[in-house]
């Protein structure tokens, strides 16, 4: 049966990130999201270095096959691209990205996928994730050591095992084909949608919006209702028996405006770009990073790195605990020294008295004494000495202090 393809792209920048990392493409036979990653200014980089090199293989093949391999290599010279940018620009290294991909040829599809973007296919009401993720947490999934509950919410789902970038010169890259029917609804997805809308949202969405444009336009519409923390982007690929529509190819995203990063004067000295690292803002904690995990040991090593983390914050609060504890109360001590060096004069059962302390009190606790009471009856005073003395007058020192009474004394006694 004679299918067509109807199709659009669409990616906004969310709610939190300055800028938008993801790409998205709609062409004639190929489509695909990638999702860049990356210190400072790489992520936005890297997805569109790896988008438009990849566009340029949207054309007919043969076969699924044939598009199957043709993607394989696309995706690979993505990769040495992007190793080569960094080699020119060391300030973008550790950037990279994720790309799945789709080749329609007739009514079969050739696919390829690294990272953690997503395809989905919709088929008669059902929604089914065809893309595996390659995440730290989806391994741990995957070999038994969590849940795919606790993989929602685990701390290191952001963490990619495969992406494009500067890291592996031969990453290993997932690509297949299968056969697609008139109605099929694909999806390719940003974790911006994936990991913030949840999935009964994504298929009641994709079931119930019959325009292709319109739906990926509500699946924006919820992650950003969401809080859209990551960039968004989502790609829909109908298959139907309709007459071919003419489309033009779409690019969204970063991809979208021309490649542009700043011509920092190229170093590959450490020291000399980390103040340029500075000028940045910081990337958001939930940002995604990669590695290149060897063997299941790795695995083990990063759960028990993890165990020993919660420990060390364990102990670490403690100690911040205890350390409060011990500097508060060296604070009251230093306070309460401190106002025990300060004098004044006062009244005291009818004798003038040199006071030690302050006048003020703390709550119930007074913060002076009697330090000493003399003779002087404050009644033989002048009435403007025993206003004074009622009032307490300060001294800058005991002996000031002295000097004070011995005043009022010989005043009293005149
Ligand atoms: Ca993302």
């Not at 969405?205 to 969401?226: F, G, H, T, Y």
């Not at 968004?232 to 033009?248: G, K, L």
């Not at 803002?281 to 060897?294: C, L």
């Not at 006062?346 to 009697?370: C, D, R, T």
Request: glycine share 6%; net charge negative.
């Amino acid at each position: 049966m004679a299918t067509s393809i109807r199709a659009v792209a669409v990616s906004h920048v969310g709610k939190v990130r300055s800028n938008n990392q993801d790409s998205g493409y709609a062409g004639a036979s190929l489509f695909l999201v990638a999702d860049g990653m990356g210190g400072h200014a790489g992520g936005d980089v890297a997805s569109a270095i790896a988008t438009n090199r990849i566009k340029e293989i949207d054309h007919d093949y043969p076969t699924a096959e044939d598009a199957q391999v043709a993607l394989q290599s696309a995706l690979l010279a993505a990769n040495g691209l992007l190793a080569e940018t960094v080699f020119e620009h060391p300030e973008l290294t550790g950037m990279g990205t994720t790309v799945s991909a789709i080749i329609r040829v007739d009514d079969k599809l050739a696919l390829a996928h690294i990272g953690d973007s997503r395809i989905y296919l919709l088929r008669d009401g059902e929604l089914k994730q065809v893309t595996v993720d390659h995440t730290f947490v989806q391994r741990l999934v995957d070999t038994g050591r969590i849940t795919e509950e606790e993989a929602l919410t685990h701390p290191r789902r952001s963490v990619l095992m495969r992406v494009l970038g500067d890291v592996d010169s031969s990453p290993e890259i997932d690509t297949w084909t299968v056969d697609t029917l008139p109605g099929d609804r694909w999806l390719l997805c940003s974790d911006g949608l994936s990991g913030v809308v949840k999935r009964e949202v994504i298929a009641a969405i994709l079931s119930n919006v019959e325009s292709p444009k319109v739906a990926a336009e509500r699946l924006v519409r919820a992650s950003l209702d969401a809080g859209a923390p990551d960039n968004v982007t989502a790609v829909i690929v109908d298959v139907t028996t309709a007459e071919e529509e003419a489309r033009e190819p779409v690019t969204v995203g970063s991809a979208s405006a021309p490649v542009h990063f700043e011509r920092e004067p190229s170093t590959h000295t450490r020291a000399l770009r980390l103040p340029a690292l500075r000028l940045h803002p910081a990337r958001p904690a939930t940002g995604p990073t990669h590695f290149e995990p060897q063997t299941d040991d790795y695995l083990d090593e990063l759960i028990e790195e993890d165990q020993r983390r919660a420990r060390r914050r364990r102990l670490t609060w403690l100690l911040s605990g205890v350390l409060l504890v011990v500097a508060i109360a060296l604070a009251v001590l230093l306070g309460y020294q401190w106002t025990q060096s300060r004098y004044f004069i006062g009244e005291s059962s009818g004798k003038v008295a040199i006071f030690q302390g302050v006048q003020q009190n703390l709550g119930p606790i007074s913060l002076s004494h009697v330090y000493k009471e003399t003779a002087v009856d404050v009644d033989n005073l002048s009435p403007y000495e025993q206003q004074q003395v009622e009032d307490t007058i300060n001294a800058s020192s005991l002996d000031d202090a002295r000097r004070i009474v011995e005043q009022l004394s010989n005043d009293s006694s005149n």
